[in-house]
C-alpha cells in the first residue's frame, strides 16, 4: 500500500496486457486495480492448518507478534504521524484510531503495526476480519511487503500484496499485487475490485501459492493473479512478506480532502490469521 521506503514501514497470460506500468511512488496510477478478471468465482477457502494468529484478547499490543511503527512514511503525500497512543486493544479488539492532532511536523496522528522480523511467511491464506471507518481521507489497509525490502531490496522490486485497501466513504474494496519490471526497478501492478459494505466486519483475504494469489471479501474470490513459472518477472512473490495494518490520513490514492469533523475515527480489527494451503 505505502510506505515502501521507511519500515522499521496493491490472469494468467492476460496479465501481460492489465499489468500497467508506473511511476516509482506506488498508487498513482490504479487503473489496473479497477479491472475485474474473468475467471471470478464463488469458491470455499482452501485453509488448511492454522500457522500463526492474533485474536487480540489482552490489554495490550501483543509485542512478540507486532511491531509499533513511529513517525511518517514519508511517501505518497499521506498527512498522518503514526504513534503508539493511537493503537489499543480492548474488548478482543484491535483499534486503530486517527486523530487530529499535530505531531513531528503532521497535522493527523494514526497507527501502523508490522510483523517484520518477527513473523514473515511464505504462501498460505492470509486474512484478517475487520471493520473500517469509510471517513473522508482516510485509507485502511490490511498488506504485505517483500521482507527483503529490509536487506536492501528496495520497492517495487521487493514486492507487494495489497490484501484490502480502501478510501474515503467508498464501499470499494482494492486487492493489488505490485512488483518490477525485469532489467530495472520500474513499477507494474495488477489487480481487482469488489464492492461490500466496509464499516460492517468482513473477512478479507488472500490465497497465495507458488503459482498465484487469489483475492476474497467474505469467501468471494473476486480476483486472481498469475505467478507461474516468475511470469512477467514475478519472482518477488516467491520470497517471505511481513504482515502491515494501518490507518493512513490522507496521501494520493484518497486525496487531500478530509473530513476533519468526522475524527477520531478507528479501524477496528477482529483477528489476523495465516493458514497453510492443502
Known sequence: MKSFSNIAKGAVAAMALLALTASCKKD?????AEQKNDQTEETTPRAGTLLWSDDFNGTSVNT?????INGNPGVNN???F???SNITVSGGFLNITARKQSVGGQPYTSGKLTTAGKYQPKYGRIEARIKLPAVQGTWPAFWALGANINSGTPWPSCGEIDIMEQVNTSSTILGTMHWALAGGNQHTQYGGSTTTSVTGFHTYAVEWTSTGIKWFVDGTNYVTGNTTNNINNTGAFQNPFFIILN????????????NDGALPCTMQVDYVRVYSLP
Open 28 to 32: 498513482l496510477n490504479r487503473p489496473a
Open 64 to 68: 512478540n507478534n507486532w511491531n509499533i
Open 78 to 80: 499521506e498527512k498522518e
Open 82 to 84: 503514526y504513534q503508539s
Open 247 to 258: 490507518l493512513a490520513v490522507g496521501g494520493d490514492l484518497p486525496g487531500n480532502n478530509i
